[in-house]
């Protein structure tokens, strides 16, 4: 059964209209797939959900909170996409294909190189208001949900000799991080409130006349903010790519908040960090995995964040930490 199959299926059910055109897939995400429909009444993006993740017993519950908060945030005054509602749904099923449908929105992300001081301004005052905006109830919690990475049970898992070789390489760095992590994330986690989670350069879309809008809200979710200030702030910094400082130290300025009050913040999102790792560590290992298209996902991301965790050291250690 193909993708068109099963997306013409959907719109037909949708009371949608006629698909004009065969649908497109949109490439870019990490995690989901996205495919652009247009029809004789209106274009759409159809976000296919991860079909392991959504495996899981709280992933249903999950992206039907994160519209929930997304819708909020919008009303509110944050600059966002919500997913559409039909008949009271905002996850949409279709031969055991989970999507979320958007309005087509003509904007355009980001490449590191093309981020200038007004946009570092405008994404730090969005994330500023998102931590100030009230979502009513605070039920979820933030405590720490992952463990230590065995590294041990991985490798000889992984079947792309590179991947293999660079774990076994870092994994005792990698364990001493966590180990120096840990602490400073238990120090913050009951002090949270409700984010987006991922507010990086492919999650934010520009129109012609350079204002942002939020999109994928799936990582929706407790935070410390400090935490999500200094991740978020590091990703549109260069990150990887090429650390600018200046563009880190104008997004804390910007976001109102003092680097000295960062280290805490700073070594407790390795975690986050280490988090993604074994995800796509399980998707390199083909545990939790799709097909392989996915596996070699994980397999760059494996190479990817590995890579990120020791630039994020290399660049903002000495800056942070000594930073009195």
Not at 66 to 95: L, S, T, W, Y
Not at 294 to 319: H, P, Q
Request: glycine share 4%.
């Amino acid at each position: 059964m193909t993708i068109n199959y099963i997306l013409s299926n959907l719109v037909t059910r949708l009371n949608m209209g006629t698909i004009l055109s065969e649908p497109t897939r949109v490439y870019g995400g990490l995690l989901n797939r996205m495919y652009k429909v247009v029809t004789d009444k209106g274009c759409y993006a159809f976000k296919q959900l991860n079909q392991e993740v959504m495996k899981r017993k709280d992933a249903m519950n999950n992206h039907i909170y994160a519209e929930k908060i997304a819708r909020i945030a919008k009303d509110n005054g944050i600059p966002c996409i919500p997913a559409i509602e039909f008949n009271g749904n905002v996850v949409q099923e279709e031969e055991g294909n989970y999507f979320l449908i958007y309005n087509w929105y003509n904007g355009k992300t980001l490449c590191n190189e093309e981020v200038k001081e007004d946009h570092i301004i405008k994404i730090a005052k969005i994330l500023h208001d998102l931590h100030n905006t009230d979502f009513g109830d605070k039920s979820e919690n933030n405590k720490i949900n992952n463990n230590e990475i065995d590294y041990d049970y991985y490798i000889p898992l992984i079947e792309n000799n590179n991947v293999r070789n660079l774990l076994i390489t870092n994994k005792n760095e990698l364990k001493s991080i966590y180990d120096i992590s840990i602490k400073s994330y238990k120090n913050l986690e009951d002090e949270y409130v409700i984010s987006h989670r991922d507010m990086d350069i492919k999650n934010i879309l520009w129109d012609n006349n350079n204002n942002p809008v939020v999109i994928d809200w799936e990582s929706t979710g407790p935070v410390n903010p400090l935490v999500e200030l200094i991740d978020t702030a590091w990703n549109w910094s260069g990150g990887q790519d090429f650390f600018n400082i200046e563009r880190f130290k104008l997004f804390i300025k910007t976001y109102g908040c003092d680097s000295k009050d960062l280290k805490d913040a700073y070594l407790a999102n390795y975690i986050n960090k280490l988090g993604w790792l074994e995800y796509n560590l399980r998707r390199a290992s083909k545990i939790e995995c799709a097909d392989n298209e996915e596996k070699e996902l994980g397999e760059n991301e494996v190479v990817r964040t590995i890579n990120e965790i020791f630039s994020y050291k290399n660049n903002l250690e000495e800056y942070i930490l000594n930073n009195d």
